[in-house]
């Protein structure tokens, strides 16, 4: 079975260490091995980039993007390829994950603006013949962890912007579907990147220690789970790291009398089921406003629920694939098992789903409960899988005070038609990312990406103009000649204008 390795200074290497399975999701098969890197690996790896980033800091900007440029069009050329390896090791379908790596190549084409985002602010006569000036000047090596669910993308969220302000960047993909990370690092280095400038450290808890405790990675990022980025932040922080860490959420979509219910509805399949319900910014909870409305939606959902198409991610043409592993699966089933017991109503049950030919594969069909409730376990916690819950409520006050009062705040929308109940949702709501009439409110690469209380651990948030900010550093500079034949006397009051 051939072995995913690791890319330390431009070139695949192999360590002889442990090594995990990695499975196709849709035959429940093992299709390869991944190796999973030492302390001593990852400080190669560490070693490598920081020998080559004085040299990277040093290239024009111009030329960074140059990189950029070519690097685009590699992954637009490879587009295919990439697909197919992204759905035969996460399960996403084809289209599924085309559409993951354009918006991945979103961030690319912003990280080919390096020129315009790093250019400084300068101001003439501040005070008598003084110039001041700011640059933003990299950190020098950073990282980034990056989850199952969007192999491709949250990378590409990380390392090209990175890399273009000028810093050296180690990348620790998940274990579970490394290969198209991987090629598409090495898609990088054939764009013309310098050895040791982007490394791949594959492995698991050993490796992401290794670079939080390493002395020369002056940077984290992190995208997964809320209990895994609490502890890479304070790990992270209370080294000196800048750390940015994203972590879990519940998005709830509200919908008022006056929605468009059949877009909603339209809205809310994808949202809910799409890749499974594998993404953070999936919508999970659906909150009605008014019975009238829970009634109408659900009589529309259900049967769509129903007729959802479930095949090999490979295939194309489906709705949905599997989820990516089997621990997944049973942990999705556990939650509607709980949700059951707990009094909500199972209006359409996905567990027990089999797909003929591939009846091993990791597959739960859409689900959906009505009548739940706050206290319930499928309301508070994360499923990360296709499980939609409804949830009704008697006004929009009382579903802005039912978001509002949950641990998460990464993603929202409201359906309505009414202006004044839009502007108070978005004004009032405490959550990063909102939608109005749109389910899936993810910036675009020239916006930022992130949520608010325990849905992200740092002060700034991912890609575009924060991301820039989290990978340089400002450094403020004043300067004054005196004329030659001038003499000044000590000034011992502090200088102003």
Not at 315 to 343: E, F, H, N, W
Request: hydrophobic share 40%.
């Amino acid at each position: 079975m051939s072995i995913v390795q690791h890319l330390i200074h431009g070139e695949l290497v192999t360590k002889g260490e442990r090594t995990a399975d990695v499975f196709n999701p849709s035959t429940g098969q093992a299709v390869r091995k991944v190796e999973l890197a030492s302390r001593a690996t990852v400080q190669e790896a560490i070693d490598s980039a920081k020998a080559a980033f004085p040299a990277w800091r040093n290239t024009p900007p111009a030329k960074r993007a140059q990189v950029m440029f070519r690097f685009k069009q590699l992954l637009e050329q490879n587009e295919a390829k990439i697909s197919q390896m992204i759905s035969e090791e996460h399960g996403k379908t084809l289209e599924d994950a085309a559409g993951e790596l354009k918006r991945g190549i979103e961030n690319v084409e912003f990280a080919c603006a390096a020129p315009e985002v790093l250019k400084g602010e300068y101001s003439r006569n501040v005070g008598p013949n003084i110039d001041a000036w700011s640059d933003f000047q990299p950190l020098g090596v950073v990282a980034g962890i990056t989850p199952f669910n969007f192999p491709a993308m949250v990378p590409l969220w990380m390392y090209p912007l990175a890399i273009a302000c000028g810093n050296a960047f180690i990348l620790k993909p998940s274990e579970r579907d490394p290969s198209s990370t991987l090629y598409i690092a090495q898609l990088l280095l054939e764009a013309g990147l310098p050895k040791g400038i982007l490394n791949v450290v594959h492995g698991d808890k050993e490796a992401v220690d290794a670079l939080i405790e390493a002395p020369e990675v002056k940077a984290l990022s992190f995208v997964g789970s809320t209990p895994i980025a609490e502890y890479i932040y304070a790990e992270g922080t209370k080294r000196g790291k800048r750390v940015q860490a994203l972590g879990g959420a519940k998005n709830h979509a509200v919908l008022m009398p006056d929605a468009d219910l059949d877009n909603a509805v339209s809205a809310l399949m994808g949202a809910a089921y799409g890749s499974c319900g594998e993404r953070c910014m999936a919508i999970s909870v659906a909150v009605c406003v008014g019975d009238q409305v829970a009634d109408a939606l659900i009589a529309k959902l259900e049967p769509q629920i129903k007729a959802l198409k479930i095949g090999a991610g490979t295939s194309c043409g489906l709705d949905m694939g599997p989820l990516v592993t089997a621990a997944a699966r049973d942990k999705v089933v556990g939650y509607i098992d709980d949700g059951v017991a707990a009094g909500a109503k199972l209006v359409v049950d996905g567990r027990g789903f089999r797909v003929a030919g591939n009846e091993d594969g990791y597959f739960v069909g859409g689900t959906l409960f009505d009548k739940v409730t706050p206290e319930m376990r499928i309301y508070k916690e994360e499923i990360f899988g296709p499980v939609l819950c409804v949830v009704r409520v008697n006004s929009l006050e009382q579903a802005m005070q039912l978001i509002n009062d949950h641990e998460y705040g990464n993603g929202t929308c409201i359906f309505t038609r009414d202006g004044e109940a839009a502007r108070l949702f978005c004004d009032e709501i405490e959550v990063g990312m909102v939608g109005v009439n749109v389910p899936l409110p993810v910036p675009v690469a020239y916006h930022s990406f992130g949520g608010w209380k325990r849905s992200l651990f740092g002060d700034l948030h991912a890609y575009g103009p924060d991301g820039v900010r989290f990978y340089t550093r400002r450094k403020a500079i004043t300067q004054r000649w005196p004329q030659r034949a001038s003499h000044e006397a000590s000034q011992f009051a502090f200088p102003s204008l």
